[in-house]
């Protein structure tokens, strides 16, 4: 089967995406706007001597059938740790872990309520259960079998994950664990359907464990590395530092791309690993996505999530296990710190998740701090953002480990960016809703087509799987 | 359709319909849409009857007979899908309400029908001669007077003495239903294409000269070029005159039959004048002359009475209608067309025919009125028509050019119409079947009297009475 | 009742006899003057004059009209000459339909759109991406139109000359007045602006004076568009308003025929995944009672549903549209607890204006 293939973005997605589909027999390209290849996963936001990734340090979604489909572990992929327990640090009392071990977890909870130690076992697993159920959509293209799964599913679509988490539990400490992942995605956590973010996270898989995070050995710029070489020996050219800036369409067909320096390369076939909106609304003439569609697109999501990096000289007490440490005093806060990023403004309680790295070099330790929600348009200009949001970050996190501040060396921060809106039928829509486009032949591949936003290449395997379908077909 | 036949040709059909009227082609439709072989015989050129338009001025049409005819049931309108077959109606003018009227008319309409579906019953030996009738809609109002109802006397035929007890039945008469668009002719087509659509065969120009019996029933119908045409029924839209003493020898029918046809009254004839004017008159783009105009002049008991002696009354009854006010392309581009319906118009004056000073002075008469109404008629006329009742006799072959078909007096109408024998369809003589103005409903509604003979046919046909 | 009057009012309100108005699209209108009945017939025989100011007008304007126009409708309108229009739909992006109008063409780079419903959002979003500007011209003109076998005849004695084309406009000078003379629906449509929209009023009511023209109310518009087999967005079905409902199709409201497989549209996709068109049909009541939305049976098996349905005084019974997916059966069908028949529309033959160089018709 021969056809050019056109892939635009050398992220994790982007890659896994041209592999599979030079493996299935096709010429691709793969365009890249920056210097080097990763994306989200290349280490790219500097702090003081280090460059780290500017996107989560830790990886969740990671689809074990592509690792084992690409070979990726033989390329040399390996994890140094397998799976971060998260921790909710208190001000009042000792960090609540969750485990594993739900014996563990029972006797860490039992402290705070009797009832929702009993009750946290049956939650996770009545979860872990409809999660389970949940992977024949949420990795299969396909639909639920059984009844009771689809109502609850539906039930879950209406149900807020602030709701959910009040009906289930009664203790603060523990619904404020929760809080950071209800804000996954940019959805507020009062807002019907963000229960199923905490769904769709309890059906991912790393390294075997369901649920779990895992942080690869060398970083997410590990995986980057071995996706790129995999595409490589697969026969994938990829271009960097080319900047795509339109696509053309010749009826309602893609027929190729237009690059930054003006160059025209032809394809049939162009998947797209960036978001929805770049793609619809800045690559196509105005109105071949379809009018409503664009109207859509226009707005983007307000709320969006960054990253800030402290380099430390010395560890603060707070931080000493490997752990996935969430700083949040009150799950009603998250809707409040919700609120005020929507209306643009830096929150003044935002929900940290908090994870340290060593560096094995001078300074030793990195905490690498994810924040939501923070607004993507702030009223602040640039340097009055970044200010008042390193003023609050070092605020709460001084709570729980003073002297913080004091042993700061360096610091990077890297703004939230745009993102596409997040809404209930998206998580749960069909593979085909979420990566065919009106536009025959282009196909979305990266965050854009994952139910919720993760570096997981699982979209990637899925949208090549329909291209080469089509292409095999043939256009008509 | 003209048939050619030669000598003693003899065809065969289910049924055969004298006169291709309103009433005979509704008939030949509605025998032919039920499956049966139907041919509706025309002595004129072309069929309708009474339902033609004439271009009797270049560039100018009207409707010789009448603007507008009674009203076609809305059920039979709608079966024959008159309406998509060109025959569109402007709306009726605004009447008077009479819902009394209107209900005893729609009863009519039931027990005719009623009657029609139901076979004569084989009478029992030594049973009554003439059964009790069930009593007949409308009763009460033939024992009214118009003058006791408060109505004004309807014209088009319908008069008669208002003070006389039993005038009241006169409201039942001709209501009408609005004019076609292009006239009355437009209805005929329609109802043409109707009956051919069906299957029925329309032939024109063959006069039905008599009927031949065959041990009392109607076999066959003799034409005028010496041919017959054989049929199980037959059904004669002519008036009671020409059904009775025309179509059959003067010693075959019993003498008590022949005396009451001889006694059936004739109503009043209408003259009619067709004027072409160059110009609508002055103060005719009055919303009022939309509608039919009555020249509030007559004294109808007047009229009547000098109608009765023979005479041309003095000042007629008139109705002025200003056809082009409601269908402006019956006449030229800025022209006009003007009816002019005078009532109580004698058949033959007391003083012998109708001779040509006899017309011009009727003409004259009308002309006068319409100036009164219309002032600079006269000025602008360009052309004049004038068709009296002898007219009206020769071009239809109605008795007397009685466009009623018989007087719309208390004993002439609902269950004595034409006598109660005969009361709706069927006639003393087996096989043959009454439509046409003499029937019942032949005055009230338009199309319904052919309508309840074909009903009739095909009742009796179902029971076995027809062979 | 809304605060909105068209420029012609003051004469619907001398006319009106029985005070009976309804709202369109925020107007307030006659709903007849004398009785219904009256004014639908006398289109069949004169002319009449409605007032169809209430139509919503938009001008489509910009360097980019012409692609965003031909984007947004179902036909392509680059192939328009200035003052030619085409009847089209517009759908969302499922392919359902949003609307249906008269696209017409009044320079190199603007065009006018008159349909029945608005869709101002949509389409002032959808124009946004193109840069053209949509400016609202309902308020800022009157419409009448003028509809019958007479019409052309009412326009030369009026003075005005040359009547247009089908699916065309143009502007006049009518002795001192400016006035667009166009020919898209039924009849003949005259659009002038408010101030002098009296005066054309008064001239063409004295023009047809010889024309038995009458003033038509809208229940006796829509009784003519029914008869003439013409849909109408709102009154017979509902328009989609959500950007990715499905519902309804073209092809279910049998609207097929107005839209071109081979032009690029909005919704395209949609359209081909819809299947084959199902006609619109006519249904003829044996009864004078409307019958819409009822339930359209045979022995029994239901098949559909009426649309709308009204009372036609020239054929004197109810008539509705319908869709029925396959075919009809001969007899035996019910509407409801009426029986009645299947008729290809339209039912009565459009009452269009005879063309001055016809003869009249021969008598008999």
Redesign the interface.
């Known amino acids: 089967m021969s056809g050019e293939v056109l892939v635009i973005g050398a992220g994790p997605s982007g890659l896994a995406a041209a592999t599979y589909l030079a493996r299935a027999g096709a010429h691709v390209i793969v365009l890249e706007a920056e210097a080097e290849v990763g994306g989200r996963c290349a280490n790219r936001l500097g702090v003081g001597a280090f460059a780290v990734p500017s996107g989560p340090p830790a990886l969740q979604a990671l689809d074990p059938r592509v690792v084992k489909e690409l070979k990726l572990a033989r390329l040399g992929l390996a994890f140094a740790v397998r799976d971060l327990p998260l921790t909710g640090l208190r001000i009042d009392g000792k960090p609540l872990v969750l485990g594993r071990d739900l014996h563990e977890a029972h006797c860490a909870i039992a402290p705070l309520s009797q009832r929702d130690a009993e009750r946290y076992g049956e939650f996770r697993r009545s979860q872990f259960d409809l999660a389970r159920a949940m992977r024949a959509v949420w990795w299969e293209d396909g639909d639920l079998a059984r009844e009771e799964h689809r109502r609850e599913l539906h039930r879950l679509a209406l149900t807020s994950a602030a709701t959910l988490l009040e009906s289930v539990f009664e203790s603060d400490a523990l619904k404020a664990a929760f809080a950071f992942d209800a804000l996954a995605g940019g959805l507020s956590p009062s807002s019907a359907g963000s229960s199923l973010t905490l769904l769709w996270q309890a059906a991912q898989e790393m390294c075997g464990l369901q649920g779990a995070f895992a942080i690869p050995r060398g970083g997410p710029a590990a995986l980057a590395g071995v996706l790129l070489k995999a595409a490589q020996n697969a026969g994938v050219e990829v271009r960097t530092g080319c900047k795509v800036t339109q696509l053309l369409l010749e ?2 067909a893609v027929t190729g791309a237009v690059v930054a320096r003006g160059d025209v390369i032809l394809a049939g076939t162009v998947l797209s690993s960036l978001s929805r909106r770049t793609t619809l609304l800045a690559f196509l003439p ?3 996505a ?7 697109l226009e707005r983007p999501q307000p709320v969006g999530e960054g990253k800030l990096v402290l380099a430390l000289n010395t560890l603060p007490a707070a931080f000493q296990q490997p752990a996935r440490t969430v700083i949040a005093e009150r799950l009603e806060d998250a809707a409040v710190a919700y609120a005020q990023a929507s209306a643009g403004r830096v929150p003044s309680d935002p929900m940290l998740e908090a994870t340290l790295l060593q560096t094995g070099a001078e300074p030793p330790f990195l905490l690498s701090v994810q924040i939501r929600p923070l607004p993507v348009e702030p009223v602040d200009p640039p340097g009055a953002f970044t200010t008042r949001l390193l003023q609050t970050v070092l605020r709460s996190l001084e709570r729980h480990a003073p002297e913080l501040t004091a042993n700061v060396a360096s610091f990077g921060l890297h703004p939230p960016q745009p993102c596409d809106r997040l809404t209930a039928a998206h998580i749960t829509a069909s593979w085909r809703e979420r990566i065919l486009t ?1 536009v025959r032949g282009l196909f979305l591949c990266g965050d854009a087509a994952e139910p919720v936003p993760a570096v997981s290449c699982r979209a990637a395997r899925i949208a090549a799987g329909f291209a080469a379908a089509e292409m095999k077909r043939g256009r008509p | 359709m003209v048939l050619r036949r030669g000598n003693g040709v003899r065809l065969r059909y289910d049924a055969c319909i004298i006169g291709a009227g309103a009433d005979g082609l509704a008939a030949g439709a509605w025998l032919a849409a039920r499956g049966l072989k139907v041919v509706v015989v025309e002595r004129d050129s ?1 069929a ?1 009857g009474r339902c ?4 009797f001025h270049p ?1 100018f ?1 009207a409707s010789p007979f009448a603007d507008e005819l009674p009203e076609i049931p ?2 039979i ?2 079966a024959l899908d008159l ?2 077959r060109g025959a ?4 009726a003018a ?1 009447p008077e309400p009479q819902p009394e009227a209107d209900a005893i008319r729609a009863q009519l309409l039931a027990r005719v029908f009623a009657d029609a579906e139901t076979p004569p019953q084989r009478r029992p030996l030594f049973a009554p001669r003439h059964a009790r009738m069930r009593p007949w809609p409308g009763e009460d109002l033939a024992a009214r007077s118009l003058a006791d109802c408060g109505a004004a006397v309807p014209l088009d035929g319908g008069l008669c003495d208002p003070s006389l007890a039993g005038s009241a039945i006169a409201l039942l008469a001709g209501v009408s239903a ?1 004019m076609p ?3 009355l ?1 437009r209805l ?2 329609a109802l043409r294409a109707a009956a051919e659509e069906a299957g029925a065969e329309i032939s024109c120009g063959l006069e039905v000269t008599d009927i031949r019996r065959k041990r009392g029933r109607a076999v066959a119908a003799g034409l005028a070029d010496g041919s017959e045409i054989a049929a199980r029924a037959f059904i004669s839209t002519l008036d009671l005159r020409r059904t009775f003493l025309s179509l059959f020898a003067w010693n075959e029918l019993p003498r008590a039959l022949i005396d009451l046809v001889g006694a059936f009254r004739a109503a009043p004839g209408t003259a009619r004048l067709l004027l072409a004017l160059a110009a ?1 008159p002055d103060g005719s ?1 009055n919303e009022a002359w ?1 509608a039919p105009v009555r020249v509030a002049s007559a004294n109808a008991a007047e009229a009547y009475r000098a109608w009765r002696a023979g005479t041309v009354p003095d000042r007629p009854p008139a109705t002025l209608r200003l056809v ?6 019956m006449a ?3 022209c006009a067309t003007l009816t002019v319906t005078l009532g109580a118009i004698p058949h033959t004056p007391f003083d012998g025919a109708w001779t040509h000073d006899k017309r011009n002075k009727l003409r004259d008469a009308a002309l006068a009125i319409a100036e009164q109404a219309l002032p600079g008629t006269i000025a602008r006329l360009k052309a004049v028509e004038m068709i009296v009742p002898p007219d009206v006799e020769n071009q239809l072959a109605l008795s007397e050019g009685d466009l009623m078909g018989g007087d719309l007096s208390a004993t002439q109408m609902l269950g004595f119409r034409p006598f109660p024998e005969c009361a709706g369809t069927r006639t003393p003589v087996e096989g043959l079947y009454l439509a046409g103005p003499s029937s019942a409903l032949g005055p009230l509604m338009t199309c319904a009297a052919g309508v309840a003979a074909a009903t009739a046919v095909l009742a009796d046909m179902d029971a076995g009475r027809l062979r | 009742m809304s605060l909105l009057a068209t420029p012609f009012h003051a004469r619907a309100a001398e006319l009106s006899r029985n005070n009976v108005w309804e709202t369109r699209n925020g107007f307030t209108l006659a709903s007849c003057y004398g ?1 219904t ?2 004014e639908a ?2 289109a ?3 002319a009449v004059l409605a007032d169809i100011s209430w139509h919503w007008r938009i001008e489509i304007a910009g360097l980019r009209a012409v692609e ?1 126009v031909s ?2 409708f179902t036909r392509n309108p680059a192939s328009l000459m200035p003052g030619m229009a085409l009847e089209a739909l517009w759908l ?2 499922a392919g359902a339909v949003r609307g249906a109008g008269t696209l017409a063409r009044t320079g190199e780079d603007s065009f006018r759109l008159v349909a029945a419903l608005e869709d101002a959002d ?1 389409i002032a ?2 124009a946004r ?2 840069g053209v500007t949509i400016a609202d011209k309902t308020a800022a003109e009157g419409g009448l139109a003028l509809i019958g ?2 019409a052309s ?1 009412v326009l030369d004695a009026a003075g005005l000359d040359g009547a247009p084309e089908p699916m065309s406009a143009r502007r006049v000078s009518w002795r001192g007045l400016d006035v667009t003379l166009s020919r898209f629906g039924l009849g003949y449509e005259l659009w002038c602006e408010p101030d002098i929209a009296l005066i054309a009023w008064d001239r063409l009511v004295a023009a047809g ?4 023209l009458r003033p038509a109310g809208q229940a006796a518009l829509d009784i003519l568009e029914f008869e003439s087999g013409l849909m109408r967005a709102g009154r017979d079905y509902r328009p989609a308003r959500d ?2 409902a499905p519902q309804p199709s073209p092809q279910s409201l049998g609207l097929g025929g107005l839209v071109d497989r081979s032009h ?1 549209f ?4 949609g359209v081909f995944a819809g299947g084959p068109d199902s006609p619109l049909s006519g249904v ?1 009541l ?1 009864g ?1 009672k409307p019958v819409p939305g009822a339930v359209l049976t045979h022995q029994g098996r239901a098949l559909g549903r009426t649309l709308s349905s009204r009372f ?6 109810a008539i509705a549209f319908a869709i029925v997916p396959g075919t009809w059966p001969a007899s035996g069908l019910m509407a409801g607890t009426m029986p009645c028949r299947a ?1 290809a529309l339209p ?2 033959p459009i009452p269009a204006p ?1 063309d001055a160089t016809e003869p ?2 021969a ?2």
């Not at chain 2, 033609?52 to 271009?55: L, P, S």
Request: charged share 25%.
């Open positions: 009826d309602d105005p109105g071949a379809g009018f409503a569609v664009t109207h859509d009106p | 072309h309708g033609a338009t004439r271009q560039g049409r809305p059920a309108f709608r309406a998509r569109v109606f402007s709306c605004e609005g668009a292009g006239g002719g005929a087509e609508p783009h939309r082009t006010a409601v269908d402006p392309f030229p581009q800025g | 009785r009945d009256d017939l006398a069949r025989f004169g965003f984007r947004l969302n992006d949509w979003r959808a991406l193109y076998p007479a005849k004076q010889g024309w038995a950007g990715f690029i909005n919704g395209r996709a003829l044996d004078e036609s005084p020239a054929m004197r019974c008729a039912f009565l005879m009249s018709p008598a008999v």
